[in-house]
């Protein structure tokens, strides 16, 4: 019944851009969802992109993508994006959105993926010339 879904993948060259979507159903994310960013490219370890707050007031991002990316969200729609910019080869990976309850604290966030309870299928990102 819950499920995160993501759009917006595809491949792009570098120094191309992209944003990714992840739409919520079965839960409301302002009743009490940090949200995050992960991403794992074959025969690499999954690791986190960015993270959201349920307020938006906190972010927080991988050294290597910021300045690059920008994460946001939009309550009313249940929705999470995710901004790409200035895209390189090393980004190519697949990217999941996943859904961390923080209950009533509004502006915090992690990026440790064993702590978040929902997560979505995945959307492949490929950066190539």
């Known amino acids: 019944q819950v499920q995160l879904v993501e759009s917006g993948g595809g491949s792009v060259q570098p120094g191309g851009s992209l944003r990714l979507a992840c739409t919520a159903s079965?839960?409301?994310?302002?009743?009490?969802?940090?949200m995050a960013w992960f991403r794992q490219a074959p025969g690499k370890e999954r690791e986190g992109v960015s993270c959201i707050s349920v307020n938006g007031a906190t972010t927080k991002y991988e050294y290597s993508v910021r300045g690059r990316f920008t994460i946001s969200r939009d309550n009313a729609k249940n929705t999470v994006y995710l901004e790409m910019d200035r895209l390189n080869p090393d980004d190519t990976a697949v990217y999941s959105c996943?859904?961390?309850?923080?209950?009533?604290?509004?502006?915090?966030?992690?990026?440790?993926?064993?702590?978040?309870?929902?997560w979505g299928q995945g959307i492949q990102v490929t950066v190539s010339s």
């Open positions: 079965g839960i409301s994310l302002d009743s009490y969802y940090a």
């Open positions: 996943a859904a961390d309850n923080w209950g009533p604290v509004q502006d915090m966030c992690e990026m440790r993926w064993e702590v978040y309870d929902y």
